[in-house]
């Protein structure tokens, strides 16, 4: 089966921008098309699931636990109990992201859903079954109405499907620790207490692009010239019922 139509793809609306977002709009001009091989969907579909929750807390209901796994500081790779669930940074997240194969390896992990979290289950399965094993999947959750965080999620699933970006970006942190040592360790312990240190790199792009935290705009600029053209994946609304 293929991907969903490109008809399908959802074209959120431009953010206006936040406190710490006094930069002006994202310009794509001077970035170049990577060639397919650089895209990890290359032999597969690249499809993103989108998840639009109504509030925070039934959000984090749904996938805290999930990413307290996957990216948690404290409780990366461990299963957290359903009543440690508000406890946990995770239930913070204004957004979540990861691929198909890492919630899967949650959710093993951590065995007995709760209703809320089944729901979610069943959503993710029914979504990818039409494709079978044609599509590469990357899912990224938002509250409804805030379309700012669901750019922030999909500069995840950009950094995730082209492979070029992520070399690139993996590049441009490495030059910011080299010429901005103490911007760097800032920017470091503001992640800390947040995300476990694999994940730092995917969050530098995500939170510098979509005006998160203050930085100099030659950084912002050089995350911009190095984003391709369009976004390497088609997004499919999957609702959580």
């Given at each position: 089966?293929?991907?969903?139509?490109?008809?399908?793809?959802?074209?959120?609306?431009?953010?206006?921008?936040?406190k710490?977002?006094?930069?002006?709009?994202?310009?794509?001009?001077?970035?170049?098309?990577?060639?397919?091989?650089?895209?990890?969907?290359?032999?597969?579909?690249?499809?993103?699931?989108v998840?639009?929750?109504?509030?925070?807390?039934?959000?984090?209901?749904?996938?805290a636990?999930?990413?307290?796994y996957?990216?948690?500081?404290?409780?990366?790779?461990?299963?957290?109990?359903?009543?440690?669930?508000?406890?946990?940074?995770?239930?913070?997240?204004?957004?979540?992201?990861?691929?198909?194969?890492?919630?899967?390896?949650?959710?093993?992990?951590?065995?007995k859903?709760?209703?809320?979290?089944?729901?979610?289950?069943?959503?993710?399965?029914?979504?990818?079954?039409?494709h079978?094993?044609?599509?590469?999947?990357?899912?990224?959750?938002?509250?409804?109405?805030?379309?700012?965080?669901?750019?922030?999620?999909?500069?995840?699933?950009?950094?995730?499907?082209?492979?070029?970006?992520?070399?690139?970006?993996?590049?441009?942190?490495?030059?910011?620790?080299?010429?901005?040592?103490?911007?760097?360790?800032?920017?470091?312990?503001?992640?800390?207490d947040?995300?476990?240190?694999?994940?730092?790199?995917?969050?530098?792009?995500?939170?510098?692009?979509?005006?998160?935290?203050?930085?100099?705009?030659?950084?912002?600029?050089?995350?911009?010239?190095?984003?391709?053209?369009?976004?390497?994946?088609?997004?499919?609304?999957?609702?959580?019922k």
């Amino acid at each position: 089966s293929a991907c969903p139509a490109e008809a399908a793809t959802l074209m959120p609306k431009r953010s206006k921008g936040s406190k710490e977002g006094k930069m002006g709009e994202r310009s794509r001009k001077g970035a170049k098309s990577k060639p397919n091989k650089d895209l990890k969907g290359d032999s597969k579909c690249a499809l993103t699931l989108v998840l639009p929750f109504d509030s925070m807390k039934s959000m984090a209901a749904c996938l805290a636990r999930v990413s307290a796994y996957l990216e948690d500081p404290v409780h990366h790779g461990k299963a957290a109990s359903p009543d440690q669930v508000e406890k946990l940074v995770a239930s913070r997240y204004a957004g979540h992201n990861f691929t198909l194969a890492a919630y899967k390896k949650a959710i093993s992990a951590i065995g007995k859903l709760t209703q809320e979290e089944s729901k979610v289950k069943s959503a993710i399965s029914s979504a990818c079954r039409p494709h079978g094993t044609a599509a590469d999947v990357y899912v990224i959750a938002h509250v409804q109405s805030d379309t700012k965080t669901l750019q922030h999620e999909k500069w995840h699933a950009t950094y995730h499907f082209d492979q070029s970006y992520q070399k690139r970006v993996s590049g441009i942190w490495g030059m910011v620790k080299k010429g901005s040592p103490s911007w760097a360790k800032q920017f470091e312990a503001h992640l800390s207490d947040k995300y476990a240190p694999h994940v730092w790199v995917d969050e530098f792009q995500a939170i510098v692009l979509n005006r998160e935290y203050e930085c100099a705009t030659k950084i912002v600029n050089l995350l911009q010239s190095v984003l391709p053209k369009k976004e390497p994946f088609i997004s499919q609304l999957v609702k959580v019922k």
